[in-house]
């Protein structure tokens, strides 16, 4: 089922798992903008597909998200998707941690979802019709040592996902998240070296230790993600509203 040039905005969209979902929502054929904040990255992924634009845009930044889906819409019409993937994570003992980290790691997990949702609640009111769908995390559903403040941000993610599904739930929007265990993703990468630099172990011991919970003991392929979210975005998936769906081989 082909997505008929509704416009989908994806932010993070440069690389990772937020461009997978772009070139598989572009196959769908949706029109869509990818946005983050290095114009490299952007580009790159925007060359791979004829339906892809891109803007530059800091999503922790209401104003700037107001401006940027101003500009986009003159280009693929109203907003009718939204995929809040735009993250960042880090991980450090409780004690030594600031209040800094704490509020920067919510501007950007869950100031920077409400933002990308909210200026396109308009559009999506108007046509009757929408997707919004935030990228938390397992640490959304449960616990981790040394990743507290993260936890915190996709607990919070989901807390906003499921109210606001109740809320727009008779307008013909809905409104969901994507709970993946470790993805296989240049962030990941970096958590891998962080860990091989801090520990005794080699990079396959490292890549053992985050995949120890998933019973698959495997990373999430990006492509799993994007199936995903391509399937959310369809009329097929109407009442599947205010879920966070876990993608992690059965973690519990």
Same mark, same amino acid.
């Given at each position: 089922?082909?997505?008929?040039?509704?416009?989908?905005?994806?932010?993070?969209?440069?690389?990772?798992?937020?461009?997978?979902?772009?070139?598989?929502?572009?196959?769908?054929?949706?029109?869509?903008?990818?946005?983050?904040?290095?114009?490299?990255?952007?580009? *790159?992924?925007?060359?791979?597909?004829?339906?892809?634009?891109?803007?530059?845009?800091?999503?922790?930044?209401?104003?700037?998200?107001?401006?940027?889906?101003?500009?986009?819409?003159?280009?693929?019409?109203?907003?009718?998707?939204?995929?809040?993937?735009?993250?960042?994570?880090?991980?450090? !003992?409780?004690?030594?941690?600031? &209040?800094?980290?704490? &509020?920067?790691?919510?501007?950007?997990?869950?100031?920077?979802?409400?933002?990308?949702?909210?200026?396109?609640?308009?559009?999506? *009111?108007?046509?009757?019709?929408?997707?919004?769908?935030?990228?938390?995390?397992?640490?959304?559903?449960?616990?981790?040592?040394?990743?507290?403040?993260?936890?915190?941000?996709?607990?919070?993610?989901?807390?906003?996902?499921?109210?606001?599904?109740?809320?727009?739930?008779?307008?013909?929007?809905?409104?969901? &998240?994507?709970? !993946?265990?470790?993805?296989?993703?240049?962030?990941?990468?970096?958590?891998?070296?962080?860990?091989?630099?801090?520990?005794?172990?080699?990079?396959?011991?490292?890549?053992?230790?985050?995949?120890?919970?998933? !019973?698959?003991?495997?990373?999430?392929?990006?492509? *799993?993600?994007?199936?995903?979210?391509?399937?959310?975005?369809?009329?097929?998936?109407? %009442?599947?509203?205010?879920? &966070?769906? %876990?993608? %992690?081989?059965?973690?519990?």
């Amino acid at each position: 089922m082909a997505l008929n040039n509704k416009h989908a905005v994806v932010t993070g969209g440069g690389s990772g798992v937020g461009a997978a979902i772009a070139l598989k929502l572009a196959n769908d054929e949706a029109k869509v903008t990818i946005l983050g904040r290095r114009d490299k990255f952007l580009i *790159e992924t925007a060359n791979k597909h004829k339906n892809i634009g891109w803007k530059a845009c800091d999503v922790t930044n209401a104003n700037d998200v107001e401006q940027c889906y101003t500009t986009i819409r003159k280009k693929y019409g109203k907003i009718n998707i939204v995929i809040a993937n735009a993250g960042v994570a880090f991980s450090k !003992p409780f004690h030594k941690m600031s &209040s800094k980290d704490v &509020s920067s790691i919510m501007d950007v997990n869950l100031l920077g979802v409400f933002n990308s949702f909210k200026y396109a609640l308009k559009d999506m *009111e108007s046509g009757g019709w929408g997707r919004m769908i935030a990228i938390s995390s397992t640490a959304g559903l449960k616990g981790y040592s040394y990743v507290s403040a993260y936890c915190a941000s996709k607990h919070a993610v989901i807390g906003l996902t499921r109210s606001l599904a109740i809320e727009l739930a008779k307008k013909g929007i809905t409104v969901n &998240s994507i709970c !993946p265990s470790y993805i296989d993703t240049p962030m990941t990468e970096r958590t891998i070296k962080n860990i091989t630099k801090l520990t005794n172990l080699n990079t396959e011991e490292a890549i053992q230790e985050l995949v120890a919970s998933n !019973p698959q003991e495997r990373l999430i392929q990006p492509s *799993e993600v994007a199936e995903t979210i391509s399937w959310l975005c369809k009329d097929s998936s109407n %009442s599947i509203n205010g879920q &966070s769906i %876990s993608i %992690s081989g059965g973690e519990t």
